[in-house]
């Protein structure tokens, strides 16, 4: 008999709910923080970096989350122009691969690349596992062929 | 059965069922690894089955072992421009040899179960040739889902194109305990076949001689 009748009834969802108002409160937001969630993906207004791209003719600006780039699964945004008119490149094919030249071996996990337009493309699950110096090996196809390597040390 | 006083009382003062319901999940989630449980299930995943690692046999059956040369640590690397696979073949079972012949590496783990609590991994690693334990190697572990071709047993691909981290997973080095073993926590958070590679003196350049080192191994998670 697990469904008693009448008051007790009553009293069963009165303490379901109450259990609710709990998780809500203790379990919710707070329990578990720094778990499994994913790091949301916002840039700053300001580049970490600025590059050259190996051609000469692409600027890429280079914005982390977190900014700076910290040990762990971050994202970066790379806004691309042309270096001579600053004229945004979207249609960029971009193959980004997190490299350690020290230690020669980059990291396991493929990063995703989104192309949001006006020359933005942003790239998740870029996995710097490891402190140390890394470069983020960038090869652009489609429309042009360029490289950049921006680089930087991860405490 | 379900006792109605019990749930009437708890309808009265909510304040006690509360305190035991945060207290429930606090331990539950709590990350310090002094006072987490360890994961456990009714399903425990393994060590996926396969072919003895023997990458380190020549082809008459003898060792092919590589001197390690402390110094080598701090030597000048060439930059080999990221062609290639960086690491060795992922390997089954419960042991088998570095990518570079220098160490022989055996694991052990808790039950292996997918959530917040973590999975303790334990390493014994030893100098090939010599069997004395790797010290001091600061061992840690890279954990993600398996390449997917690599995941079907193929021999050839380059386990090192995951989709998946898990950002439990912090790398940071395991304790030594005793002299050249190392035991960590590994956290998994879905099912399927799953790598843990563990890379050995890690701060140390990569020169084919240097103490750095990598073993790797197939992981299934139910």
């Given at each position: 008999?697990?469904?008693p009748?009448?008051?007790?009834?009553?009293?069963?969802?009165?303490?379901?709910?109450?259990?609710?108002?709990?998780?809500?409160?203790?379990?919710?937001?707070?329990?578990?923080?720094?778990?499994?969630?994913?790091?949301?993906?916002?840039?700053?207004?300001?580049?970490?970096?600025?590059?050259?791209?190996?051609?000469?003719?692409l600027?890429?600006?280079v914005?982390?989350?977190?900014?700076?780039?910290?040990?762990?699964t971050?994202?970066v945004?790379?806004?691309?122009?042309?270096?001579?008119?600053?004229?945004?490149?979207?249609?960029?094919?971009?193959?980004?691969?997190?490299?350690?030249?020290?230690?020669?071996?980059?990291?396991?996990?493929?990063?995703?690349?989104?192309?949001?337009g006006q020359?933005?493309?942003?790239?998740?699950?870029?996995?710097?596992?490891?402190?140390?110096?890394?470069?983020?090996?960038?090869?652009?196809?489609?429309?042009?062929?360029?490289?950049?390597?921006?680089?930087?040390?991860?405490? | 059965?379900?006792?109605?006083?019990?749930?009437?009382?708890?309808?009265r003062?909510?304040?006690?069922?509360?305190?035991v319901?945060?207290?429930?999940?606090?331990?539950?989630?709590?990350?310090?690894?002094?006072?987490?449980?360890?994961?456990s299930?009714?399903?425990?995943?393994?060590?996926?089955?396969?072919?003895?690692?023997?990458?380190?046999?020549?082809?008459?059956?003898?060792?092919?072992?590589?001197?390690?040369?402390?110094?080598?640590?701090?030597?000048?690397?060439?930059?080999?421009?990221?062609?290639?696979?960086?690491?060795?073949?992922?390997?089954?079972?419960?042991?088998?040899?570095?990518?570079?012949?220098?160490?022989?590496?055996?694991?052990?783990?808790?039950?292996?179960?997918?959530?917040?609590?973590?999975?303790?991994?334990?390493?014994?690693?030893?100098?090939?040739?010599?069997?004395?334990p790797?010290?001091?190697?600061?061992?840690?572990?890279?954990?993600?889902?398996?390449?997917?071709?690599?995941?079907?047993?193929?021999?050839?691909?380059?386990?090192?194109?995951?989709s998946?981290?898990?950002?439990?997973?912090h790398?940071n080095?395991?304790a030594?305990?005793?002299?050249?073993?190392?035991?960590?926590?590994?956290?998994?958070?879905?099912?399927?076949?799953?790598?843990?590679r563990?890379?050995?003196?890690?701060?140390?350049?990569?020169?084919?001689?240097?103490?750095?080192?990598?073993?790797?191994?197939?992981?299934?998670?139910?």
């Open positions: 008999m697990c469904a009748a009448g008051p007790p009834r009553f009293a069963l969802a009165a303490s379901v709910s109450e259990l609710w108002v709990c998780l809500l409160l203790v379990g919710g937001p707070a329990a578990c923080s720094g778990g499994v969630q994913a790091r949301s993906m916002t840039f700053s207004s300001d580049a970490y970096l600025t590059v050259m791209s190996k051609s000469g003719t600027s890429v600006e914005r982390t989350s977190p900014q700076p780039p910290q040990r762990g971050i994202g945004e790379l806004v691309v122009a042309n270096a001579g008119d600053a004229a945004l490149r979207d249609g960029l094919t971009v193959d980004l691969v997190p490299w350690m030249p020290a230690h020669g071996h980059g990291t396991s996990v493929v990063p995703t690349v989104d192309a949001k020359g933005r493309y942003e790239l998740a699950n870029v996995d710097l596992f490891m402190p140390g110096h890394w470069e983020l090996r960038t090869t652009f196809s489609g429309p042009l062929m360029d490289y950049v390597a921006p680089a930087f040390d991860i405490p | 059965m379900l006792h109605p006083r019990r749930f009437v009382s708890w309808g003062n909510s304040t006690p069922v509360c305190v319901f945060a207290v429930a999940v606090v331990t539950a989630c709590s990350t310090d690894n002094n006072s987490t449980p360890i994961a299930c009714t399903n425990p995943g393994m060590a996926s089955q396969g072919v003895a690692d023997t990458h380190c046999l020549g082809p008459d059956g003898g060792d092919m072992i590589t001197q390690v040369m402390p110094a080598a640590c701090d030597a000048a690397v060439g930059d080999d421009g990221g062609g290639g696979c960086p690491y060795g073949d992922t390997m089954d079972g419960l042991s088998g040899d570095d990518d570079d012949c220098k160490y022989h590496v055996t694991w052990s783990s808790t039950p292996i179960c997918r959530g917040s609590a973590p999975v303790t991994f334990t390493v014994k690693v030893t100098h090939l040739g010599t069997n004395m790797l010290t001091g190697a600061a061992t840690a572990a890279e954990v993600f889902t398996t390449t997917p071709l690599d995941a079907g047993g193929d021999a050839g691909y380059c386990d090192n194109q995951s998946h981290p898990d950002p439990l997973n790398f080095a395991m030594e305990n005793p002299p050249g073993t190392y035991s960590g926590p590994v956290y998994f958070d879905q099912p399927g076949q799953w790598t843990v563990f890379h050995f003196n890690e701060s140390c350049n990569d020169t084919p001689d240097s103490p750095h080192g990598h073993a790797a191994f197939h992981i299934m998670v139910n």
